[in-house]
Nanobody, 123 residues
Framework: QVQLVESGGGLVQAGGSLRLSCAAS?????????MGWFRQAPGKEREFVAT????????YYADSVKGRFTISRDNAKNTVYLQMNSLNTEDTAVYYC???????????????WGQGTQVTVSS
């Protein structure tokens, strides 16, 4: 089994920044897994935000966050991060971490999911 635990969410004013973390654990987790972030706003479907190859050399972003969000990972800590800058009210959502052996799958879904962390951006 794999456990993913997100942290770092909270309330921030528009224009501010937050850094989310997702720590992975479990006997079957591998640093060779792609990891990423999705989000779900109230009344909307879950949507892709960003994903990162296990090497860290390839990253992918949704158009809505390009230039504002940065995904990174520390394989020594089994942790993936999402630095979010220039936040706006449309970024308000529950943010979920995911992991999958395939980066292509991780961009659309994934085998493992965290419980989510709430990000609220006030105007």
């Amino acid at each position: 089994q794999v456990q993913l635990v997100e942290s770092g969410g909270g309330l921030v004013q528009a224009g501010g920044s937050l850094r989310l973390s997702c720590a992975a654990s479990g006997r079957t987790f591998s640093n060779f897994y792609a990891m990423g972030w999705f989000r779900q706003a109230p009344g909307k479907e879950r949507e892709f935000v960003a994903t990162i190859h296990w090497t860290g050399r390839s990253t992918y972003y949704a158009d809505s966050v390009k230039g504002r969000f940065t995904i990174s990972r520390d394989n020594a800590k089994n942790t993936v991060y999402l630095q979010m800058n220039s936040l706006n009210t449309e970024d308000t959502a529950v943010y979920y971490c995911n992991a999958d052996p395939s980066i292509d799958v991780a961009r659309t879904g994934g085998r493992y999911w965290g419980q989510g962390t709430q990000v609220t951006v006030s105007s």
